[in-house]
């Protein structure tokens, strides 16, 4: 049994430590038992567990662009760049959309996702004239309709006319200003 969980911990090791992956494990360990450059240790009783180090680096993903109509670059090669909280949303937006079981995001979910984010201006301005989550899903089951219970919406939910109106709305509004980053 220790030598099959062995070989488990080897592949898994060997995948995290691929060229292609970012986080490396630096130490692994079996109990007291040391396995390859890495280590599992077992707390007690629940059973082993990773324990990760960063090698003194930063490790961070970057969503480089949402789904718009308009293209990434625009006139004199400038991109456009999507903030952290934009992509926050709208990741939120889609797991609301998964929560509630809809086949698609709308704009509710985008409003969702705004809210579910909470940094972001919009978010307090909403907080701040009263508009919760809480509020924002009962009224969306109440004008969309509850989903069927066993319903299981895809991984990314496609966006609605009208949610793919307001993201390209606002690159829109973001290329007006000059301003580069949505």
Same mark, same amino acid.
């Given at each position: 049994?220790?030598?099959?969980?062995?070989?488990?911990?080897?592949?898994?090791?060997?995948?995290?430590?691929?060229?292609?992956?970012?986080?490396? =494990?630096?130490?692994?360990?079996?109990?007291?038992?040391?396995?390859?450059?890495?280590?599992?240790?077992?707390?007690?009783?629940?059973?082993?567990?990773?324990?990760?180090?960063?090698?003194?680096?930063?490790?961070?993903?970057?969503?480089?662009?949402?789904?718009?109509?308009?293209?990434?670059?625009?006139?004199?090669?400038?991109?456009?760049?999507?903030?952290?909280?934009?992509?926050?949303?709208?990741?939120?937006?889609?797991?609301?959309?998964?929560?509630?079981?809809? =086949?698609?995001?709308? @704009?509710?979910?985008?409003?969702?996702?705004?809210?579910?984010?909470?940094?972001?201006?919009?978010?307090?301005?909403?907080?701040?004239?009263?508009? @919760?989550?809480?509020?924002?899903?009962?009224?969306?089951?109440?004008?969309?309709?509850?989903?069927?219970?066993?319903?299981?919406?895809?991984?990314? =939910?496609?966006? @609605?006319?009208?949610?793919?109106?307001?993201?390209?709305?606002?690159?829109?509004?973001?290329?007006?200003?000059?301003?580069?980053?949505?």
């Amino acid at each position: 049994m220790a030598t099959a969980a062995h070989q488990v911990a080897a592949t898994f090791l060997s995948f995290l430590s691929s060229s292609t992956h970012h986080l490396a =494990p630096s130490s692994v360990s079996l109990g007291t038992t040391s396995v390859l450059p890495v280590s599992l240790r077992a707390a007690g009783t629940r059973g082993p567990r990773l324990a990760y180090r960063l090698r003194g680096r930063r490790v961070g993903a970057a969503v480089a662009q949402l789904p718009t109509t308009h293209p990434e670059v625009v006139s004199g090669e400038k991109k456009i760049r999507w903030s952290s909280r934009a992509v926050r949303s709208f990741a939120m937006a889609e797991l609301e959309a998964r929560k509630m079981r809809y =086949p698609t995001t709308g @704009t509710e979910g985008l409003l969702m996702g705004i809210l579910v984010e909470g940094t972001s201006g919009a978010a307090k301005l909403l907080r701040a004239n009263g508009i @919760t989550l809480l509020k924002v899903r009962e009224e969306a089951a109440n004008v969309l309709g509850k989903s069927e219970m066993f319903y299981f919406s895809p991984m990314h =939910p496609p966006l @609605t006319e009208a949610a793919q109106r307001a993201l390209d709305w606002a690159v829109n509004e973001k290329l007006k200003s000059g301003n580069f980053c949505i």
